[in-house]
């Protein structure tokens, strides 16, 4: 914790800012881009989110009190700017963020980035009949492979809730793939 807070202290400092900013890009870029593509599914949404999200990142690092983990801090913003995202794209398109994530999970087949088959089509059709909550919980876990103390931190949710709200998707994930696979 303490080489945190130190992180932090430079982030903080204009004379160590920039540096430290470039090492906080160069560690989380990666796993906040594919958090964020797990939410959003478009390459280029995802970068579009990516680069909002780092915006937030800088103009609030005044504001992080250390309650939670750095980590744990960016992977909220960057789920709220996702969530954002995706009820701003739906309501300018005049449909609801479910036939948005449809429409998403169709252009999946076209996108250069998606390396999924047919199986990993139907794996996203399950999640997008998901609640909200379930479908984070279970994106996160599957997969990111993140622990429930690290879920429980992002969403500000309890191991306990987290753990039944995972539990249930996968059970609505597996009724959903074997309805799929049976027509």
Do not use: C
């Not at 796993?31 to 909002?52: K, M, T």
């Not at 199986?119 to 993140?146: C, R, S, T, W």
């Amino acid at each position: 914790m303490q080489v945190e807070k130190e992180f932090i202290a430079r982030l903080l400092n204009p004379q160590t800012q920039d540096l430290a900013f470039q090492e906080l890009l160069h560690d989380y870029q990666k796993p906040l881009y594919n958090h964020i593509r797990n939410i959003v599914l478009s390459h280029d949404d995802a970068d579009d989110v990516l680069q909002n999200t780092f915006i937030k990142v800088f103009q609030n690092l005044k504001n992080f009190k250390g309650e939670s983990k750095l980590f744990s801090w960016m992977y909220r913003i960057a789920t709220n700017e996702s969530l954002t995202f995706l009820n701003q794209k739906a309501r300018k398109s005049g449909i609801s963020s479910v036939e948005l994530q449809n429409k998403a999970i169709d252009n999946l087949k076209a996108d250069v980035y998606f390396e999924g088959d047919k199986i990993q089509i139907k794996l996203q059709k399950a999640i997008a009949v998901l609640p909200e909550k379930q479908q984070l919980v279970f994106k996160m876990k599957y997969f990111e492979d993140l622990k429930y103390e690290e879920i429980s931190e992002i969403l500000g949710t309890s191991v306990g809730a987290l753990k039944a709200s995972y539990h249930h998707a996968v059970k609505k994930i597996e009724a959903y793939v074997t309805l799929q696979l049976n027509l």
